[in-house]
């Protein structure tokens, strides 16, 4: 549930544009009274259970490879503790802030579940840490997504209790008890059924994955109107978008892009300059003609993706976990299969929409098949090379994106002498899936870099209002046709409009309705 300043955690299920307010544009937490109320009456049953002289794991036994021991109350405080200090063993470089707070909501939304066994001061401090904009350093590597993100939870958890390093509102990297007591938090000192129920999840993961998915969406529309500068400024056609065209083959996303498509070109001079017998051009290539198809394949993956999303932000992952009916029972919800197979098959869908991409932008420097532009865009052919090593730029990035679509949902390596022997390997795929839509965004950005300057070269012909929009964006930050000058700032300033949303944005807003 989402305000104009605030997301309220306990009342509802977060929904990914909550997952963004508060991961990326550091919108506040408040948590629902009744979240507290259900979290007391759990803790009720956890204490029932910690005064049992049998064992019942999570609360009076080891973890892991070591559930069968039994530890006695006087000790239990120390096992937690040494659970999240033995645990909090990332390593590498620290992991982007955004994907921080990402993982501090989503363990707060299950910690308020009311279903994980914790006091309500732990709730309120993972909170607090929040709203104070208290980040805990959590590092590259460590999760296997089994049981959850162990790793990466940990060092939350570590911060909570005061321990190990953290950054600021102002990205400081201070001690956490510095931090914690500039900001008033009183380090949690953990107790039974603690330490598990602050660790075991998916939430990792499934930030990156709603984060990647909101990138996408922008990123998508972004992929239609590149191609239309690309359809438009090499004289290819829209007829081929048409509805009924699309409606023999039913495809979601396919129609979706086709229709975008038209909205771009129906108003174009460029376009219509060319209809008709006139033009003796049969078809135009796969990469011009079958936009539609590619890019709406990613449509639908994306939809698949954001459904297999939904479900994980309405789930409550622990283990073991308390039932409604008041028992605690062991079991598997942590394994994060579900959320790895949809990063795997996003980074193959960006792969493959860069891929068409970077196909589309060498058309246009390649003078056999421009239809009249010269070669590479040149001022002076010859002397200027144009935006030849701009299309380097992307073979090499696409190149990468093909590595990076191997899944890496299929590989398992077992842990914690074999009683973790399947994993998920989740944390990996969300981690190489947003290296992959950074580098989506700067194909993209090329094509519309060289899209720009074509449809500049095809004058006195006029661009339609919505590319025609995007190219005078794009001249706000990078030079238009003319002699050589240094390329690189310009392709950077394309890629902040990209990435940001504004080609996106201004491109919907010229769009025929």
Known sequence: MRSSSSVVVGAAPLTIPDVVAVARNEAAVVLAPEALDRVRQTRAVV???AADPNPHYGVSTGFGALATTFIAADRRRQLQASLIRSHAAGTGTEVEREVVRGLQLLRLQTLASGRT???????ETYAALLNAGIAPVVREYGSLGCS?????????????????????????LVPASEALAAAGIAPVTLVEKEGLALI????GMLAMLSLALHDLDALMLTADIAAAMSIESQLGTDAVFAADLMMLRPQFGQAESARNLRSFLSDS?????????EDGRVQDAYSLRCSPQVHGAARDTMA???????????????????TLDGRIESNGNFHGAPVAAVLDFLAISVADVASVSERRTDRALDPARSHGLPPFLAHEVGVDSGLMIAQYAAAGIVSELKRLA???????????????????????????LRRAIDGLGRVLAIEILTGARALDLRAPLQAGPATGAVRDLVRTVAAGPGPDHYLSPDMEAVTALVQSGAVARIAKEHAHE
């Not at 066994?117 to 709730?123: A, D, T």
């Not at 075991?200 to 939430?203: K, S």
């Not at 001079?269 to 017998?277: F, N, Q, T």
């Not at 191997?406 to 190489?432: C, F, L, N, T, Y």
């Open 406 to 432: 191997v899944p890496a949902s299929v590989d398992s390596i077992p842990s914690s002498a074999m009683q973790e022997d399947h994993v998920s390997m989740g944390w990996a795929a969300a981690r190489k």
């Open 47 to 49: 204490d029932g259970l």
């Open 304 to 322: 698949h993706a954001t459904l297999i999303a939904d479900r994980e932000l309405m789930s409550v992952i622990d283990n073991p976990v308390i």
């Open 200 to 203: 075991n999840g998916t939430d």
């Open 148 to 172: 959850g993100d162990l790793a990466p939870l940990a060092h939350i958890a570590l911060a909570a209790m005061g321990e190990g390093d953290v950054r600021t509102a102002d990205g400081d």
């Open 117 to 123: 066994g914790v006091r309500p001061v732990v709730v």
């Open 269 to 277: 001079p460029l376009v219509h300059s060319h209809k008709g017998p």
